[in-house]
């Protein structure tokens, strides 16, 4: 009896790690997302995302001025290892789409605006960032990203609909390259 305890004990060990793993779960509450990338039909898109607030810099945020471009929303955090990796990424896609494409980070769970302005001046994140550390930049998205997986990105069509998801790290730059194409063109 023993030994099948601790063969089941460990066979359900097993399975809680690999879990674990899946959903990237840490003792700090967060989930990263599974990686998946959904696209949107322009039919099912909604209406557009409405976020007001206030930038890392104490800026005031509209993102209603960014309707007319294609506009990629990053929810990220400084204790995120998936937010850390992709960060490069997105500045680059930022500096090569340049006018063409909007970026707008969404600065979540960090316990100070200092906190995100020096992880973005260490990455060289050159757009600008909502500080938002209870959430609720992501809860305008009205449900379209879960609001405790991080990272995740939307990428909304010229109307500031939702035309793309991804849940979890950015698998590539060519992944960010296409959803950002194709909301261009099927706004």
């Known amino acids: ?21 899946q959903t990237g779960t840490n003792e700090a509450g967060y989930i990263s997302g599974d990686g ?6 322009v039919a099912d898109r909604g ?3 409405e976020l007001t607030g206030e930038t890392l810099e104490g800026k005031p945020f509209d993102l209603a001025d960014t309707r007319g471009k294609v506009t990629v929303l990053n929810v990220w955090w ?7 990796k992709e960060m490069p990424m997105l500045q680059a896609a930022y500096e090569e789409l340049g006018d063409e494409v909007a970026f707008v980070g969404l600065n979540t769970r960090d316990a100070s605006a200092a906190q995100g302005l020096a992880f973005e001046r260490h ?3 050159e757009y600008p960032s909502v500080y938002s550390p209870d959430g609720a930049a992501v809860l305008a998205l009205k449900g379209s990203l879960a609001p405790r997986a991080i ?16 849940r979890g790290e950015i698998p590539s730059a060519r992944t960010l390259d296409e959803l ?5 063109e099927s706004a």
């Open 36 to 41: 998946r990338t959904q696209e949107i039909p």
């Open 180 to 184: 950002i194409s194709t909301a261009g």
């Open 123 to 125: 990455y060289g994140v």
């Open 78 to 84: 400084t204790g995120c290892a998936p937010c850390r």
């Open 1 to 21: 009896m023993r030994k099948k305890l601790g063969g089941l004990l460990t066979v359900v060990m097993v399975g809680l790690l690999a879990a674990c793993g």
């Open 47 to 49: 209406e557009p995302v």
């Open 151 to 166: 990272p995740a990105t939307a990428i909304l069509d010229t109307d500031g609909r939702v035309a793309a998801l991804i």
